[in-house]
């Protein structure tokens, strides 16, 4: 039972185009959101937040949408570069009891940028 | 400042071996986590620690071991390794509950042979 879902395995984008990841959730418990970008052989890197109480947060070329009643969020990259080329991971925050919090994660998107 | 090191970065071990997959982290960050990452599967959680001194199960802990050695050092051990562990291992630590960014190690490559 996937509670983050990430639908497209693959985006391919031409550069100066805009990148849009989309991700889809299912518990209406997760009240923080996170994108990571991950480059082969490298752990992934945290790119941008948002929290429940938000709907945007934008952050240079990047910038993450919040829909909370359809359960959404989207990641734009404007404009797209050949090194934005990676797997995008969207993640929820769930309270897991005792004061501590636990990740997670969709299954990701590969992102091409062509040049 | 190095963020989270682990080692080893790639390993090789028959079934039945075990193995110690170490982690450090050097921001005074108090929870630390492991996660494996299989092709198509994302990252999922082994187990975490909240703070020093405790460790909890997280989605597939099966298998697998932890020690939160101190508060720098989170360790995952495999006491008998089997083909389906064969993944890459990331470690990641964050500041205080976990609700904020976690940071990454770079992996360790595992093949269970």
């Known amino acids: 039972d996937q509670q983050v879902k990430q639908n497209s395995p693959s985006l391919s984008v031409q550069e100066g185009r805009i990148s849009i990841l989309n991700c889809d959730y299912t518990?209406?418990?997760?009240?923080?959101f996170l994108w990571y970008k991950k480059y082969p052989a490298e752990g992934p890197t945290f790119l941008i937040s948002i929290s429940s109480i938000k709907d945007k947060n934008e952050d240079g070329r990047f910038t993450v949408f919040l829909n909370k009643s359809a359960k959404h969020l989207s990641l734009h990259i404007v404009p797209s570069q050949p090194g934005d080329s990676a797997v995008y991971f969207c993640?929820?925050?769930?309270?897991?009891?005792?004061?501590?919090?636990?990740?997670?994660f969709g299954k990701g998107t590969k992102l091409s940028v062509i040049p | 400042n190095a963020g989270v090191t682990q080692t080893p970065k790639f390993q090789v071990l028959k079934t039945g071996q075990s193995m110690t997959l170490q982690c450090a982290q050097d921001?005074?960050?108090?929870?630390m986590y492991w996660y494996r990452q299989d092709p198509g599967m994302g990252l999922r959680l082994i187990y975490y620690s909240a703070s020093e001194g405790t460790t909890d199960k997280g989605e597939v802990p099966n298998g697998y071991n932890v020690s939160r050695l101190n508060k720098r050092e989170f360790s995952l051990r495999l006491e008998s390794a089997a083909p389906s562990q064969t993944s890459v291992y990331f470690c990641?630590?964050?500041?205080?509950?976990?609700?904020?960014?976690?940071?990454f190690g770079p992996g360790t490559r595992l093949l269970v042979l």
């Open positions: 518990n209406s418990m997760f009240d923080y």
């Open positions: 993640a929820a925050s769930g309270y897991s009891g005792a004061g501590s919090y636990q990740l997670t």
């Open positions: 990641a630590s964050s500041p205080l509950t976990g609700r904020e960014t976690q940071y």
């Open positions: 921001m005074n960050h108090n929870s």
